[in-house]
């Protein structure tokens, strides 16, 4: 198998390669992913960490159903995202996050579809995501006594 690391800040890609460079099966991206472009079907899983929290609403939902394209049949979106308020104990000037409840990223995934025009890749007339998990990240509640 082979792992595509993308991050839009080249800072962030260029100490992933240091790490990981030498495993041989990572290649590295550094790319706008609300921009970017892959061919259907070429995943099997993407993972996602804190990023959905940064993007607005209509981001999210285009890139929900990019994701679903580029998914594998019986493959799995994973994402990490913070909590659905602020869990910090500083206040902040400028904060740029969506504090959204999770109830709200169901919304827009369950609403990503395909149609098989688009690429979906089963008998049935459209393809989506299924809700897996849902869980709250221990860290978060022990250290920060934020279950939300």
């Given at each position: 198998k082979h792992v595509v690391a993308c991050d839009f800040m080249e800072m962030s890609i260029a100490e992933n390669r240091r790490q990981h460079g030498a495993l041989g099966n990572v290649s590295?991206?550094?790319a706008d992913v609300t921009e970017l472009e892959q061919e259907a079907g070429s995943y099997d899983v993407v993972f996602s960490n804190w990023l959905?929290?940064?993007l607005s609403d209509a981001e999210v939902k285009a890139l929900a159903a990019k994701v679903?394209?580029?998914l594998t049949p019986g493959g799995v979106l994973?994402?990490?995202e913070s909590c659905f308020r602020p869990s910090g104990d500083r206040p902040r000037k400028g904060n740029p996050t969506h504090y959204r409840n999770p109830r709200d990223y169901f919304a827009?995934?369950?609403a990503a579809?395909?149609?098989p025009?688009?690429?979906a890749n089963s008998s049935s007339s459209s393809s989506h995501l299924d809700l897996f998990c849902c869980k709250c990240v221990d860290t978060y509640v022990t250290v920060k006594k934020n279950q939300n």
């Open positions: 590295f991206m550094v959905l929290m940064y679903l394209r580029w994973f994402f990490r827009m995934f369950d579809e395909l149609s025009a688009e690429g």
